[in-house]
């Protein structure tokens, strides 16, 4: 059974930094692109950052340039560095998986009803 679990969030000030950390079990994710999406009460899942099998990212506009998103195969985990944290960054966060991609595959979606499995969320509150 496919689990990702979430961790890191937190409340940091703006400007501060956080760091994410999702850890995915039950299947190996060669081939498979892994993303960050985060949604705030009463709005729909919101895209943030993906990464494909062969390394290529593709951030949200709001997060470019603060935002890196990594990942371990090897370890099964998914990292999203979040620098410069604005109040609007205010969400809770989940890793989410896509796929299984032809090996060449440099795709990376952006929409919800492209990805599977979904991790529980950890929430990040940014204060002004």
């Known amino acids: 059974q496919v689990q990702l679990v979430e961790s890191g969030g937190g409340l940091m000030q703006a400007g501060g930094s956080l760091r994410l950390s999702c850890l995915a079990t039950?299947?190996?994710?060669?081939?498979?692109?892994m993303g960050w999406f985060r949604q705030t009460p009463g709005r729909e899942r919101e895209f943030v950052a993906g990464m494909s099998w062969r390394g290529l990212t593709d951030y949200a506009d709001s997060v470019k340039g603060r935002f890196t998103i990594s990942r371990d195969d090897a370890k099964n985990t998914v990292t999203l560095q979040m620098n410069s944290l604005k109040p609007e960054d205010t969400a809770v966060y989940s890793c989410?998986?896509?796929?299984?991609?032809?090996?060449?595959?440099?795709?990376?979606?952006?929409?919800?009803?492209?990805?599977?499995?979904w991790g529980q969320g950890t929430q990040v509150t940014v204060s002004s």
């Open positions: 039950g299947r190996t994710f060669s081939n498979y692109v």
């Open positions: 989410t998986t896509a796929g299984p991609y032809d090996t060449n595959n440099y795709y990376v979606p952006r929409r919800v009803y492209e990805y599977d499995y």
